[in-house]
């Protein structure tokens, strides 16, 4: 009884209706063809196509969309059609790339902040602990009065 175990994936039945699709093969495929429709490449190939159609379509005797271009149109119309989902979906996906390098650079911005803190917390108490060290001459000058005080209570032996 396969079909009762949980640790075993269920067997496929029948035919499969939708096609399998790789989502980010398709999502990389997008964004190469919007980064080309949006490139002076594609302007100067369409433009291209365009005049050269036209030009065909009007000066040669082998018209086969004759003037107000109707086939033209629909081809446009059908890239158009295409070329719009097509470039919200490699806006989408940059979008959430976008949105993932800003947690990681928030993240990393917290973690500075955190070390900076520490680092200043840090350098605090060390010039608080500076501060109540004793200076070379802070020692000198309470050694000479030492000496001095010395000077003054001891009498002075004569070599005689």
Sequence with gaps: ????????????????????????AFG???ERIARFLGTARFL?????????WIAWNTLTPWRFDPYPFIFLTLMLSLQASYAAPLILLAQNRQAD??????????????????????????????????????????????????????RDRVPERRSG
Aim: hydrophobic residues 40%; aromatic residues 6%; glycine residues 2%.
């Design 1 to 24: 009884m396969a079909a009762d175990r949980l640790d075993l994936p269920r067997e496929t039945r029948g035919v499969r209706l939708r096609p399998h699709y790789d989502p980010e």
């Design 28 to 30: 990389r495929l997008s």
């Design 44 to 52: 100067v190939y369409m433009t291209a196509f365009i005049t050269v």
């Design 97 to 150: 790339r976008d949105r993932v390098q800003a947690e990681e650079d928030r993240l990393t911005a917290a973690r500075n902040q955190a070390e900076i803190e520490y680092l200043t917390r840090e350098i605090a108490s060390i010039r608080m602990a500076l501060a109540e060290l004793a200076t070379r001459d802070y020692l000198r000058s309470e050694l000479q009065h030492l000496v001095e005080e010395l």
